[in-house]
């Protein structure tokens, strides 16, 4: 397993809201996050202070889920972040100018630099290692405007897959800007 050096224990903004409890299942799969050395990813949708959605899902989920879309989409996400952003490189400048700070590494849109007391709609992104947040390229936040940028990348064939997996966890509340990157 890959060591992480910098993680703390996972921020209450990431907690869920429904439990006010850190997330401990998958939402595909169900299974244990707390699990020593499990890896997950957690996003929350907020418009305001209100939580829109908010999910965690293992890394095997991810990959799954991430398998489906094509691979045209695969590689128009992709290439959208590496024009707009170097994560290692930011990585490095958030935690020279930040440290572990959590609530500074998602103050603005990562890939748009708005504010977020600017952005009335956006969602954080956290990775996780069973109780812990990491601080990998992950933790960041996206803008609406970017979270729209992106989703006109993504073909109607992937779009399918991602409302598929969005209906398993949501069933009928589909959140119509659910995006897994
Ligand atoms: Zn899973």
Redesign the pocket.
Same mark, same amino acid.
């Given at each position: 397993m890959q060591q992480f050096k910098e993680y703390i224990p996972i921020p209450e903004e990431l907690w869920s809201f429904e439990t006010g409890a850190p997330m401990q299942c *998958?939402?595909?799969?169900?299974?244990d996050l707390f699990e020593p050395g499990r890896n997950?990813l957690v996003e929350k949708a907020f418009k305001g202070s209100e939580v829109i959605f908010e999910y965690a899902?293992?890394l095997? *989920?991810?990959d799954k889920l991430q398998g489906e879309l094509s691979l045209q989409s695969r590689k128009l996400i992709q290439n959208y972040f590496e024009e707009h952003v170097d994560l290692e490189a930011r990585r490095m400048e958030c935690l020279k100018a930040y440290g572990l700070d959590y609530s500074k590494w998602v103050q603005q849109c990562l890939v748009k630099h708005k504010p977020r007391s600017e952005c009335t709609e956006f969602q954080v992104y956290g990775w996780c290692v069973d109780r812990d947040l990491v601080f990998t390229g992950f933790p960041y936040m996206l803008s609406s405007d970017c979270i729209d940028d992106l989703l006109e990348l993504i073909s109607e064939e992937s779009m399918g897959a991602i409302n598929d997996f969005s209906e398993k966890i949501f069933g009928v509340d589909l959140p119509k800007d659910l995006l897994v990157i």
């Open positions: *998958c939402a595909l799969c169900d299974c997950y899902m293992c095997d *989920c991810r």
